[in-house]
């Protein structure tokens, strides 16, 4: 079970890499919920 939420965790920050723009977003996101 680790070993694939391990792979789910590499494909998000694979996403993340290459959607500078939905990462950023997301980041909002996150930082306006932590608020």
Request: aromatic share 18%.
């Given at each position: 079970?680790?070993?694939?939420?391990?792979?789910?965790?590499?494909?998000?920050?694979?996403?993340?890499?290459?959607?500078?723009?939905?990462a950023?977003?997301?980041?909002?996101?996150?930082?306006?919920?932590?608020?």
């Amino acid at each position: 079970v680790a070993r694939y939420f391990g792979g789910v965790e590499r494909e998000l920050w694979f996403v993340f890499a290459h959607n500078k723009s939905l990462a950023s977003y997301l980041g909002d996101l996150l930082i306006a919920i932590a608020e």
